[in-house]
């Protein structure tokens, strides 16, 4: 009984720091008993509080902490897994504004659309290919409800893994057209290179992470189903945004895709 009240009562302050932009302090100080799996049914409640505020749909998953460095920060070993919904979708070409935001970064990723179901337990790197209609690049804004960017892993799983937006880009490409362990990724802002990388640094292969997700969504019951997107995990760390940036990530035989951030 105790546990539904503490659910309810984090996934609402989450829900309220987003909506109205604010930071909270990290939850586990004061839930000794907040771990992994009770911070997923957080997630699932927060999810449910905001498809009905926004009258929002989900439409796919994103993976988070999915390179060495992040883990080894956290002292993990295992990505964690958030909600996408259509709300959180932004298209190319139009401005966004950072209004909305508590202290946003951005991140390059390659997006999977899938054209069949991918269900655990089991599932492998060539089932997620097999699976996969195409991939693209996109851009994630990630945006922690928790001050300075400051948390546990159970608490960053309840925040729907700092999940605020993304971008995907137009090209898309059938997974057995490239190597996407050896696609070079460049990361620009204002024009100046600030980072590259290749699709290996996401767990030596994205849909890694992807074969990972899909095993552990079928812990709940859980699976990813045709026509969903997912976002694989950050292809190196995210940068920080402020008004008047321009960002860019590039993906060799993927192209690119582009944000410009206003007041
Ligand atoms: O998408 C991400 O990699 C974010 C995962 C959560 C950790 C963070 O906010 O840095
Ligand atoms: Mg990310």
């Known amino acids: 009984m105790r546990q539904k009240e503490s659910i309810e009562s984090i996934a609402t302050v989450l829900f309220r720091a987003e909506k109205e932009a604010f930071e909270v302090d990290k939850f586990v100080d004061l839930y000794p008993e907040l771990d992994a799996d009770m911070a997923y049914r957080i997630q699932e409640r927060l999810i449910a509080l905001k498809c009905k505020a926004e009258a ?142 290749t699709g290996a640094s996401v767990m030596g292969h994205p849909a890694r992470a992807i074969a990972w997700m899909a095993n552990k969504l079928a812990e709940s019951g859980q699976s990813i189903r045709p026509g969903e997107i997912v976002l694989s995990g950050a292809l190196c760390e995210a940068t920080s945004i402020a008004a008047g940036d321009t960002v860019t990530v590039s993906i060799d035989g993927m192209g690119s895709v582009t944000v410009v951030f206003t007041n």
């Open 56 to 197: 929002a749909k989900v439409t796919g998953w994103k993976l988070g902490l999915t390179s060495q460095a992040k883990q080894q920060m956290m002292g993990v070993h295992e990505p964690v897994y958030g909600v996408l919904l259509d709300s959180m979708r932004l298209s190319e070409g139009n401005p966004v504004t950072l209004a909305p935001f508590i202290h946003p970064k951005i991140e390059p990723e390659i997006a999977f659309v899938f054209h069949r179901e991918l269900k655990g337990p089991g599932v492998s790197v060539p089932e997620v290919l097999a699976a996969t209609a195409c991939v693209m690049p996109a851009l994630e804004i990630i945006d922690s409800r928790y001050r300075n960017f400051s948390f546990t892993l159970a608490d960053v799983i309840a925040d729907n893994a700092s999940s605020s937006r993304y971008l995907l880009g137009e090209v898309h490409v059938k997974p057995d057209e490239i190597d996407m362990r050896l696609s070079g990724m460049v990361f620009q802002k204002n024009g100046k290179v600030i980072a590259t990388s």
